[in-house]
C-alpha cells in the first residue's frame, strides 16, 4: 500500500427525490473534512461523491413527474452537484450511475463475477421495499411495513440471478473480526458481526421486472439490481476499465475509506466486501457508519414541518457556519437531535465569539498600535509552554479525525483558541501602553490564533482562506513546518475584517 494515497467516498445519493437533506449534508462534509485533512497532512487525496440514478423508485417517481426516468435523473442529479458546491465540497469527481464510465465497468465486473462461480439462476420469492430499493426478509417487517419508509413491502415472486453470499459470509466475518476491515464505531461492527452470525443467505443481483437500470451483460432479459451496480461506483469512478493506472493507484494502492449512514450497512459491510473477495479485488479499509438524525425531538417528516435542509443553515450560519454546526452534530453511537437553539448557541459560542471576536479584537489592537508585522516568541518559558499546548492539539487532533470523532476533534481545535482568549483576557493588551511590550503578547495570542484557525480549516475552509490572506500565511510550507509553534511571521491586515455576524437563539 502506497501510505501517501487517500480514497475516501461518501455513499452515492438517491435521485427519487429532488431535495438534498441534512442526512445527506451529514455525511458529505465529514467525508470532506477528512479529506481535506489528509490534504493539510500532504496526502495524495481523492474524494468521490455522486449519485445512484437507476431502479423502480426513479422509474416511479419520473412518471408520476411526467418525464423520462433519465431527465428525472439529470434534474435531481444537478441539486446535489449545486449543494455540494455550494457547501465547498472538495470532491475530486462526482459520479452519476447512468454515465457511459460507469455502465462500461460495471459490464466488465459483472462479467467477472459471473466467471467466479459465484452467481446462479433461480426465484426470489419475498418482499421489497421500493424506498429502500432493498430486499427485506420477514424479520425486518414491523407489521408488513418498512421501519424506515412505513409503507408496505411488495411481495415478489420472479426468476433473479444470485449472489452466493452464504458461501462468502465467513471470510467476510474473519476479515471483520481480525480488523483487515475495520468498521466504526464499535456498536456497529458489532452490529455487522451479529448479521454474520446468523443465517446469512444467498442475495439477488437481479430484477426481471424492473426496466430502468443496467442491462446483466450475460442475461439482457434481466437489469442489474440497483444496489450491486451502485457499490460498483466506488471503483469506476477511479478510472476501473477504462484508466487502470488511475485506479490501481487509488484503490489497489491507496488507503480505502468509506462513510456512510446506518441505513445501508449490510450493502456496504457484508455485500461489497464479499462482491470484493469473488473476484479477488482489494478490499475496503475502513468503514464509518453514522447514525441517523430526528430534529427537535422527532424524527424528520414532512407533515411534520421539522425536515432540516441545508441550504436553510447556510442561509442563516453562512456555509462554512452550517458545515462546522452539520460537522458537531454528526451522530457517531446513537441517533441525533438537531435543535435549532443550540445550533445557534454553538454557532455563537465557538465561531463568532471564540474565533470571530478574537481574530477582530487582536486585529484592532495591532492596528491601534500601528504594528504591521509579528513574529511569535519561541524561547520564553510562556510560549514553549502554549508551543506544547499546540503540538498536542495537532497529535489529538490528528487520532480524533481517523476515528470520525466529531465532538472530540472540535474540542481539541477549540484549545488554542480558548487559551488565547484566555491569554488576552489575563494580559490586557489594551492596557498596555509601548508598543514593545505590546507586540510579544500580541504575537503569542495571533500564534494561537493561527493553530487553531488551521486546525479548524477542514471544517471552515472560506474562513480560513480569509484569515490566512489577511496575515499573509504561507500555504506552501510543508505540513511539519505549519503546525510548528513560530514557524512563520503574521502580517497585520490594514483594513477590519468581519468574520462571522451573530444569531438569535431565540424561537
Known sequence: MNKNAFFITTPIYYVNAPCVHVGHGITTILADVRARFERLRGRDVFLSTGTDEHGSAVAKAAEKAGVTPQLFADQNATNFLATWKQFNISFDDFIRTTEQRHLQGVDTFLNALHASGYIYQGTYKGHYCTGCEAFKEPEDLVDGNCPIHKTKADYLEEKNWFFK??????????????????????????????????????????????????????????????????????????????????YKRYWEQAERVHTLGKDIIRFHCVIWPAMLLAVGFPLPHTLFVHAFLKSEGHKMSKSLGN?????????????????????????????????????????????????????????????????????????????????????????????????????????????????????????????????????????????????????????????????????????????????????????????????????????
Open 165 to 246: 453470499l452464504s458461501e462468502l459470509a465467513p471470510k467476510v466475518k474473519a476479515l471483520i473480526e481480525n480488523n483487515t476491515i475495520r468498521i466504526m464505531p464499535e456498536g456497529r461492527r458489532n452490529e455487522v458481526l451479529g448479521f454474520l452470525n446468523g443465517e446469512v443467505k444467498d442475495v439477488s443481483i437481479s430484477r426481471e421486472t424492473v426496466s430502468w437500470g443496467i442491462p446483466l451483460p450475460f442475461d439482457e432479459k434481466q437489469t442489474t439490481y440497483v444496489w450491486i451496480e451502485a457499490l460498483l461506483n466506488y471503483i469506476t469512478v477511479i478510472g476501473f476499465d477504462r484508466n487502470m493506472e488511475h
Open 307 to 507: 425536515v432540516v435542509y441545508p441550504d436553510e443553515l447556510a442561509a442563516k450560519f453562512g456555509v462554512d457556519g452550517a458545515r462546522y454546526v452539520l460537522f458537531a452534530e454528526t451522530p457517531v453511537n446513537d441517533d441525533g437531535d438537531i435543535k435549532q437553539s443550540s445550533l445557534g448557541e454553538r454557532y455563537n459560542a465557538e465561531l463568532k465569539n471564540n474565533l470571530g471576536n478574537l481574530f477582530s479584537r487582536l486585529t484592532v489592537l495591532a492596528q491601534k498600535a500601528k504594528i504591521v508585522e509579528l513574529r511569535p516568541d519561541t524561547q520564553s518559558k510562556e510560549s514553549k509552554a502554549f508551543a506544547k499546548l499546540v503540538s498536542t492539539a495537532w497529535k489529538n487532533a490528528s487520532s480524533a479525525i481517523e476515528q470520525f470523532d466529531t465532538r472530540a476533534y472540535l474540542a481539541v481545535a477549540q484549545q488554542p483558541l480558548e487559551a488565547a482568549n484566555k491569554y488576552i483576557d489575563t494580559t490586557k493588551p489594551w492596557q498596555i501602553k509601548e508598543s514593545g511590550e505590546l507586540a510579544p503578547v500580541l504575537a503569542t495570542a495571533f500564534e494561537l490564533l493561527r493553530h487553531g484557525a488551521l486546525l479548524l480549516s477542514p471544517i471552515i475552509p472560506a474562513t480560513f482562506d480569509t484569515i490566512g490572506q489577511s496575515l499573509h500565511l504561507q500555504h506552501s510550507l510543508p505540513f511539519a513546518k505549519k503546525i510548528t509553534w513560530g514557524a512563520q511571521p503574521i502580517a497585520i491586515p490594514t483594513n477590519h475584517i468581519h468574520l462571522f455576524h451573530g444569531v438569535n437563539t431565540k424561537k
